[in-house]
């Protein structure tokens, strides 16, 4: 079975500055690999996908991703965060088990901007 | 275009009463899939269902049960609540079951 690690359970960060809200995954094979948003008392928002092709990914709200094979690596990045940017994270990924494609999801990322 | 959406959206029950969640998926969607989210962690998959068919069922015990109608929504069905069902329990939709899945809002059940 799949696994997601997020390793950043919180990351404070000022307005403006940059973030990068890391994950890691343990599939070998072919993946498929999502990042949701979280906001407080909501459901989870498509923020990015990665199915194939380029390995740069870029979202909504100014969000990219970078999908790295040899590092098992799929970190978000903003370059300037705002206030409202503060939320959790979910870092995803796709797995076929027994004829269904089920997530599996990390454990989250609350990221909470600063003014 | 709507998405998914989710009813009701809060729950107060009993332990060992029953409850029933239910979801509509966006307009085209065939599939459903049911996931539970503990307050402070990610959500754990429950069960997908695609064309009415059961293609899948995560790690939950045979208390949870759904079922997808032939206008593609979906309901989840939880008998005997104990405390530990108090989550968030979300619903996502997607065109095929393999599809990009997209979260409806959720619906947020407390077990006393």
């Known amino acids: 079975a799949q696994s997601v690690t997020q390793l950043d359970s919180q990351v404070p960060v000022f307005e403006e500055a940059p973030v990068e809200l890391r994950c890691n995954y343990s599939?070998?094979?072919?993946?498929?690999l999502f990042w949701y948003v979280q906001y407080p008392n909501q459901g989870l928002q498509l923020l990015l996908k990665y199915l194939s092709g380029s390995t740069l990914v870029k979202g909504i709200n100014g969000f990219e991703a970078e999908f790295n094979k040899s590092q098992t690596s799929f970190h978000l990045r903003k370059p300037s965060v705002h206030i409202s940017d503060t939320a959790e994270y979910f870092c995803?990924?796709?797995?076929?088990?027994?004829?269904?494609?089920?997530?599996?999801f990390g454990t989250g990322t609350r990221l909470k901007v600063l003014a | 275009d709507a998405g998914v959406t989710q009813s009701p959206t809060h729950l107060i029950k009993t332990r060992g009463q029953q409850v029933t969640l239910r979801c509509s998926p966006i307009s085209g969607h065939k599939s459903v899939s049911w996931y539970q989210q503990v307050l402070g962690q990610g959500p754990q998959f429950i069960f997908q269902?695609?064309?009415?068919?059961?293609?899948g069922r995560g790690n939950f015990p045979d208390r949870f049960s759904a079922r997808q109608f032939p206008n593609y929504s979906s309901e989840l069905n939880v008998n005997a609540l104990l405390l530990g069902d108090s989550a968030l329990y979300l619903c996502a939709s997607s065109l095929g079951f393999q599809e990009t899945q997209y979260f409806g809002p959720g619906t947020r059940l407390l077990v006393l």
């Open positions: 995803a990924v796709r797995e076929r088990s027994s004829g269904t494609y089920k997530y599996i």
């Open positions: 599939s070998s094979v072919s993946v498929y």
């Open positions: 269902y695609y064309e009415k068919e059961e293609r």
